[in-house]
């Protein structure tokens, strides 16, 4: 197209005759927030429908926790590090968390179990029940999603976009492997389906969706999702769980409102107890 004489500075990425729908840069401005929240939404719902995803498991857990073999490597650096200089302090602290990271990563095994056992049990004879979902990174979340990929079965990723980019792990469906802009939009997709929340070990991104699905479930405005955390020491030792009770800050029914465990078989056996249509006999 060429540009009219009136129109000297005409640029056609930048042009008014542009397609509202077609301009990235127009659709980028403040005022089309609403526009950008509702796309957040309306894409990954409508992709779950044409999947017949019908209920969801979620998975959390921290993107930093590798599995044992990674995790017994990064400990022999850490100490080797520390040879060379045994009375520095970062290198001390280093080997301590190399030590902690070891000793917590028998709960990626742990994770990648769940997920194979609800997944080979739930996905039969194309149904898509208690599909898996996490937060498509590293660590605890890719283990899920790992899990699911072993045996076949389809799981979600819920990626979000960050100033430090994230990505993927390769064990997401790719048809189900989403980006978020808006964390409030990715959220509203981690409950709309869930059936149950799965806690491991993890640091802010963890108990900042443990404690909103917590708080939600205490309100009323979730029902009938069942809450686990995997590993009681850890998270008695993280939280002072009486110590909210005694204070009066929660009370003392607050503390059934979720549930412990240890290993992917107890984790599902306490599902199978509070959602009885999971059982497929």
Not at 84 to 100: F, L
Not at 144 to 172: F, M, T, W
Request: proline content about 4%.
């Amino acid at each position: 197209m060429t540009p009219p004489d009136h129109f000297p500075h005409f640029h056609p990425l930048r042009s008014a005759l542009r397609r509202s729908d077609q301009d990235l840069e127009f659709l980028a401005r403040d005022e089309l927030r609403a526009i950008r929240l509702q796309l957040d939404w309306l894409k990954p719902e409508l992709i779950q429908q044409a999947e017949g995803i019908a209920s969801t498991i979620v998975v959390f857990g921290s993107s930093r926790l590798p599995e044992l073999g990674q995790a017994q490597k990064q400990l022999h650096v850490a100490q080797a590090t520390l040879a060379e200089d045994p009375h520095d302090a970062d290198r001390q602290r280093q080997v301590k968390i190399a030590q902690s990271q070891v000793a917590l990563a028998r709960y990626y095994d742990e994770a990648r179990e769940f997920s194979q056992l609800v997944s080979s049990t739930c996905q039969v004879e194309n149904r898509c029940e208690y599909v898996i979902v996490t937060g498509g990174g590293s660590g605890i979340m890719e283990a899920a999603n790992r899990g699911a990929h072993d045996v076949g079965a389809k799981s979600i990723g819920l990626n979000i976009a960050l100033p430090h980019e994230q990505v993927p792990n390769a064990y997401i469906t790719p048809s189900l492997c989403f980006e978020f802009r808006y964390f409030a939009l990715r959220k509203m997709h981690f409950l709309y389906r869930a059936t149950a929340l799965v806690a491991f070990s993890g640091g802010y991104g963890t108990l900042d969706e443990l404690f909103e699905t917590l708080t939600l479930i205490q309100t009323g405005k979730v029902k009938g999702v069942v809450v686990v955390l995997v590993g009681r020491d850890f998270w008695q030792q993280l939280i002072n769980w009486p110590m909210l009770v005694e204070t009066g800050l929660i009370s003392a029914e607050d503390l059934q409102l979720f549930h412990f465990a240890e290993t992917a078989q107890e984790v599902w056996d306490i599902i199978l107890a509070n959602h009885s249509k999971a059982d497929p006999s």
